[in-house]
Nanobody, 127 residues
Framework: QLQLVQSGGGLVQPGGSLRLSCAAS????????VAWFRQAPGKEREGISC????????DYADSVKGRFAISRDEFENVVYLQMNSLKPEDAAVYYC????????????????????WGQGTQVTVSS
């Protein structure tokens, strides 16, 4: 069974950092576009970062640009989201998602296109 397994997250003070991991099981991330979404209570799900299947293209929402970084370790078959300078408004449940897009250089945030989802991980930013 293909699946994404998330780890990381937790409680951090404003200005702190966290790294989320999204490990692919039974498939290779290099053939999939992977995106990170988040959803805070009472708010719509928001796509915040993605990486193309080729790994050559990344994108960030304005809300996280310059603070978050997406990366991929093809050997470990894991996609990471490094989150720096965290703000209280970054608090949410974070999800990674993947869709087969072999040999493509684009990614996006239409959640309906993503066929695999991680289980979600809570990020709390509070002093």
């Amino acid at each position: 069974q293909l699946q994404l397994v998330q780890s990381g997250g937790g409680l951090v003070q404003p200005g702190g950092s966290l790294r989320l991991s999204c490990a692919a099981s039974r498939f290779t991330v290099s053939s999939y576009a992977v995106a990170w979404f988040r959803q805070a209570p009472g708010k719509e799900r928001e796509g915040i970062s993605c990486v193309s299947a080729r790994g050559t293209a990344t994108d960030y929402a304005d809300s996280v640009k310059g603070r978050f970084a997406i990366s991929r370790d093809e050997f470990e078959n894991v996609v990471y989201l490094q989150m720096n300078s965290l703000k209280p408004e970054d608090a949410a449940v974070y999800y990674c998602a993947a869709v087969w897009r072999r040999d493509t250089d684009h990614c996006g945030y239409n959640a309906k296109h993503y066929t695999l989802w991680g289980q979600g991980t809570q990020v709390t930013v509070s002093s």
